[in-house]
């Protein structure tokens, strides 16, 4: 499954983004998603997973509250509302996809280009 992440851009704190992830190539909602976030110098973080179906969501403790994943699968896209932005949130966001809705980056097997955030405070 091919995945393309858009929606980024630059926001002040507090501020909202919504990014999302459009899929093709394969049965989308066969897969988990799972967002995660990256900066230089350090690993990429999870941050969000939804399950096939959209029937279970998950999130990174700092997040939590904050953001909300979603999926639509008539349309093959899933979507990451993030609000109440803080400027540890800027990185580089990516969406991927996999059997497994998990927090390790290992058992995702798609993954898309990414997407900057930057959070101006």
């Known amino acids: 499954v091919q995945l393309q992440a858009s929606g980024g851009g630059l926001v002040q704190a507090g501020g909202s983004l919504r990014l999302s992830c459009a899929a093709s190539g394969h049965t989308f909602s066969d897969y988990a998603i799972g967002w995660f976030r990256q900066v230089p110098g350090k690993v990429r973080e999870f941050v969000a997973t939804?399950?096939?179906?959209?029937?279970?969501?998950y999130y990174a403790d700092v997040v939590k509250g904050r953001f909300t994943i979603s999926r639509n699968d008539a349309k093959n896209t899933a979507y990451l509302q993030m609000n109440s932005f803080r400027p540890e949130d800027t990185a580089l966001y990516y969406c991927?996809?996999?059997?497994?809705?998990?927090?390790?980056?290992?058992?995702?097997?798609?993954w898309g280009q990414g997407t900057q955030v930057t959070v101006s405070s």
């Open positions: 991927a996809a996999g059997r497994l809705a998990t927090v390790y980056l290992d058992e995702y097997n798609y």
């Open positions: 939804v399950t096939w179906i959209g029937a279970s969501t």
